[in-house]
Structures are given as structure tokens and as C-alpha cells.
């Protein structure tokens, strides 16, 4: 079931099944059932158990027990990050043709002994979207609500946000090309066409429901990591516009077959009374 991409990591594989198959379900699954599923990608009972421990370990997933069995359901924080997964696959999308002009900018400055705290912020920044437009400075298109990750790092009076326009003779075009390395972000949607844009996708996969769960985890991982820049600012042939046609168009098209070897495999436990 192997191809040229390297493996996928399998708590990023277990987002893409929790946020297909638990997420607004109200139920667990059955580890049992959880590692037959896996196993379709090739990933060993131990490697399904041991991330099912770590999720649970950092507070994603809680355990329920019915007599032998053990299953997992979702926490309240599992369901909002899967959540704001689900928005940006279905919802924001890869292609921004709705931009208005703005831009968010975050300005800071930290002391050497909060070099941790720097360090988180940047890592969020990027997570949400920003580039690096100069030293202590970080812009991204459209409005962003930065308010709970500010809160959360304790920062103070040594952040600044605000909401700007481009002015002559500055160019929204000219901040796009500073702050962003576009050319990495089109090698990896072209990473994917080259792995989904086939005849016949993975044909060593074991089945469309490792094929669903693949590409989803594939699209996510893609639409996590892109900054959503203006599509006026993008090159006509932005290798995105055609990523995403695919993903639709594959997502769609193994989704029944997928839902149906679900339904025989997977064993789920209400957790609502």
C-alpha cells in the first residue's frame, strides 16, 4: 500500500478518522474496531493502541469501558481542533477569492528570558496564517481573530495588533511575495496532484476507506499549512485551484463505499444516556 510519499504519522492518520467518523456522532469506538481500520493503512495494533494512549494522555480522547471492551470518544478540546479541521476542508477551502483587501498585522517584542514564549508564538502565527514580513513583524490576509492565543501566552503590553491596507508604494502583491515562500506552498499542492491526480489513485490501498482516509489526511495537512493569500496576488495556474477540484472530486467518490465498510467494522458505543 506503499507509494513514494512518506508514511503518514499516525496520530495525523487518527485526526482524519476521528474527524470523519466521531466528530458530531456522540459516540466511542471500540479500539478493537479502531485497529481494523488501521490496519487497512498498513499501521500495527501497537502503533493504533500507543496513539490512542498519547490522545488520551494529552487530554484529545477519553475512555469508556463496556464489560471487556474499551472505547474512545472525543474531548470537548479534541472536538474543537477537528472542528476548525473540518472548517478549513470544507468550509475556507485552498483558494481565497473572497479577500477584502486587509491584512492582520501582530507586532512584538520579547525579552531574552521569555525566549519559550517567542518561540510559541511564532508557531502559532504560522499555524494561523501569518508570514514573517520583517523582524517582529507578521501579517496575514483578511481579519484574524488572534484574541485567544494572546491570552493564552500572557503577553501583555508586548504585542501590538492591528488592521491595515496597503498603501503606495507599498503593494499588497509586494507583501505577499516578502512575507510568504509561495514556491514552497505550490510544491506541496503539487506533492499532491502527483500522488491523487491518477487514473487510478494509491491502486495498492487496501480498500476506499484507506483511500478516504489518506487523501483526507493528505488535503488537511495541505490546508493547515496554507496561509490562504489572495488569489489576485497567486499565479493564474496556482497549483491549489486544481488540488482542490481533485480532492472533491475523490472525496466524493469514495465516500458511499467508504461510509459502508465502515459501518461493518466499526463498533461504537453511545455515550449520551
Known sequence: MTDDQPPARPQSLMFS?????????????????????FARLGLSEEAVRS????????????????GRKMYFGLTEHAAEVLEDGRRRVWETGAVNHDWDG????????????????????????LWAGFGLLQSGLWVAPGTKDVTAMLAQLDLGDHVTVLSARALSPTESA???????????????????????DTPRPLPAAADDL??????????????????????????????????????HTLAKKYEDGAAQLADTVLDELPLSP
Open 17 to 37: 478518522f476521528l474527524g470523519i467518523y466521531v466528530l458530531g456522532r456522540d459516540t466511542a469506538v471500540y479500539s478493537g474496531s479502531v485497529i481494523d481500520v
Open 51 to 66: 496513539t490512542l494512549t498519547r490522545m488520551v494522555k494529552r487530554g484529545l480522547l477519553v475512555r469508556r469501558r463496556q
Open 102 to 125: 486587509t491584512w492582520t498585522l501582530v507586532g512584538f517584542s520579547l525579552p531574552d528570558s521569555r525566549r519559550s514564549t517567542r518561540h510559541d508564538l511564532r508557531s502559532q502565527l
Open 174 to 196: 509586494d507583501l505577499v511575495r516578502k512575507a510568504f515562500d509561495t514556491e514552497q506552498i505550490a510544491e506541496r499542492y503539487q506533492v499532491f496532484l502527483d500522488r491523487w
Open 210 to 247: 484507506a483511500r478516504q482516509l489518506l487523501l483526507h489526511h493528505d488535503w488537511l495537512q495541505l490546508v493547515r499549512q496554507d496561509p490562504h493569500l489572495p488569489a489576485e496576488h497567486l499565479p493564474a495556474d496556482w497549483p491549489a485551484i486544481r488540488a482542490e477540484h481533485v480532492f
